[in-house]
């Protein structure tokens, strides 16, 4: 079992920054994708960006291209999102994800390829 819980949520206005934090607890060691998802009231679920444990590799939806950058402590177990210059758009509740199954080389963009979630923290981006 793993478990993620997100913190560093807040409310904000457009241009400003701010840091998610996902702590990761639990098997730690079986971790081998973390994301970032989030969800807007009556949208679905989607990726924001994924990164590594090992090898840190990163990849980004293009909405959070060039904006967010996503990083990991590996000895601290923690998964970070640094989010600048936000957007309304941005409002959503943000949750962590971990992925945990090996597998080939893969987009990880579908909620189903992850198999712990945090239970989220919200930002509210206002203009």
């Known amino acids: 079992q793993v478990q993620l819980v997100e913190s560093g949520g807040g409310l904000v206005q457009a241009g400003d920054s701010l840091r998610l934090s996902c702590a990761a607890s639990?098997?730690?060691?079986?971790?081998?994708?973390m994301a970032w998802f989030r969800q807007a009231p009556g949208k679905d679920r989607e990726l924001v960006a994924h990164?590594?444990?090992?090898?840190?590799?990163?990849y980004y939806a293009d909405s959070a291209k060039g904006r967010f950058t996503i990083s990991r402590d590996n000895g601290v177990n923690t998964l970070y999102l640094q989010m600048n210059s936000l957007k309304p758009e941005d409002t959503a509740a943000y949750y962590c994800?971990?992925?945990?199954?090996?597998?080939?080389?893969?987009?990880?963009?579908?909620?189903?390829?992850?198999?712990?979630w945090g239970q989220g923290t919200q930002v509210t981006v206002s203009s």
């Open positions: 994800a971990a992925r945990t199954r090996n597998g080939g080389l893969g987009y990880y963009i579908q909620r189903t390829e992850y198999d712990y």
């Open positions: 990164i590594n444990w090992i090898h840190g590799v990163t």
């Open positions: 639990g098997r730690t060691f079986e971790i081998k994708v």
